[in-house]
């Protein structure tokens, strides 16, 4: 079946950096779109990040342009989330999920989710 296992998440101070991986299995990885989304306690979970099935196009949330940046190895099935400047209204826990291309910004059409890795930053 599919899989979808996160990592790299932790604690950081305000500034500091996380790099976050989801390893896939289970699919054709390669085409397959791939984003992470962000839940913190009490909100919606919200859209933070895509990459298109060939890693040509990215697309971000304006509130982490700039300082996150998505890619993707579609040789080892993974999708990383480099975070850097993170700042406490980062805190969350982050959701990768696949959904075949082409890419969407809606969460309901994802097929496949992880379960998460919280990453909070504190002040």
């Known amino acids: 079946q599919v899989q979808l296992v996160e990592s790299g998440g932790g604690l950081v101070q305000v500034g500091g950096s996380l790099r976050l991986s989801c390893a896939a299995s289970?699919?054709?990885?390669?085409?397959?779109?791939m984003a992470w989304f962000r839940q913190a306690p009490g909100k919606e979970r919200e859209f933070v990040a895509g990459i298109s099935w060939i890693g040509a196009r990215t697309y971000y949330v304006d509130s982490v342009k700039g300082r996150f940046t998505i890619s993707r190895d579609n040789a080892k099935n993974t999708v990383y989330l480099q975070m850097n400047s993170l700042k406490p209204e980062d805190t969350a826990v982050y959701h990768c999920?696949?959904?075949?291309?082409?890419?969407?910004?809606?969460?309901?059409?994802?097929?496949?989710w992880g379960q998460g890795t919280q990453v909070t930053v504190s002040s």
């Open positions: 999920a696949a959904k075949r291309s082409p890419f969407s910004w809606e969460d309901m059409n994802y097929n496949y």
């Open positions: 289970g699919l054709t990885f390669s085409t397959y779109a």
